[in-house]
């Protein structure tokens, strides 16, 4: 517990917000309310239900997408003769497994409102929120086009402010929640869990589930 409160503190230092970041998380912040919950206004039992921090990766990370939730390494595959191997492709997740996923949450911890963070490219993710009446939904608008996959982000020189901008208003965004959904074999997941660690409320660590498979590194 105590390395986890170390790593807790050292990334709120680190991600710190400044004025010129919250103006920018201000000015794009986008909420979506189908009921009373948090975010939305109610009755003092919708506001303190709780609240799922939910990042669906996209972007330069995965080369399929898979239905089913992920093997405990990613990277691995089983070759011929059942011989294990490093594989040369990564997967994603349907948007369909993070819902599911979402919905048992709901079923057992009573959640109403989602803070979604999301590089997918084709707008698969946020075109039905407007229609998807389960949850409020709190994300980030701003173009996404240019997470198409082409080459992996670090090294390329034609993206905009909003790369970096929204990744930095994500963990300020859903640094806050009660729980997350994502996936720990990314750094973003696993530095919004830390962000999550530093914030909550009570002395236990928040629940979170990961779709690869991958679990919080000791």
Not at 47 to 70: F, I, K, Y
Not at 124 to 144: A, H, S
Not at 194 to 207: E, G, H, V
Request: aromatic residues 10%.
């Amino acid at each position: 517990m105590v390395q986890y409160l170390v790593v807790a503190a050292i990334s709120q230092v680190f991600t710190e917000p400044t004025p010129q970041l919250l103006s920018y998380l201000s000015s794009h912040v986008r909420t979506v309310c189908h009921r009373d919950g948090p975010k939305c206004g109610g009755s003092p039992e919708a506001l303190a239900s709780p609240v799922v921090a939910l990042h669906v990766r996209r972007g330069d990370s995965c080369n399929r997408v898979r239905d089913e939730p992920g093997p405990v390494n990613a990277f691995v595959t089983t070759g011929r003769g059942g011989k294990t191997q490093r594989a040369n492709y990564r997967y994603c997740y349907s948007w369909s497994l993070y819902r599911s996923t979402l919905r048992k949450l709901q079923q057992r911890y009573g959640v109403r409102t989602v803070l979604l963070a999301t590089d997918d490219a084709l707008g698969e993710v946020l075109r039905g929120l407007e229609t998807d009446k389960e949850f409020n939904w709190v994300y980030l608008d701003y173009p996404r086009r240019q997470f198409k996959k082409n080459g992996w982000m670090e090294f390329r020189k034609d993206l905009g402010e909003d790369v970096p901008l929204s990744l930095a208003s994500v963990f300020e965004l859903l640094g806050s929640a009660d729980m997350l959904v994502g996936s720990m074999g990314s750094h973003v997941s696993r530095v919004l869990y830390n962000k999550m660690i530093s914030s909550s409320r009570t002395s236990m660590l928040p629940p979170f589930v990961s779709v690869d498979g991958y679990g919080v590194p000791a």
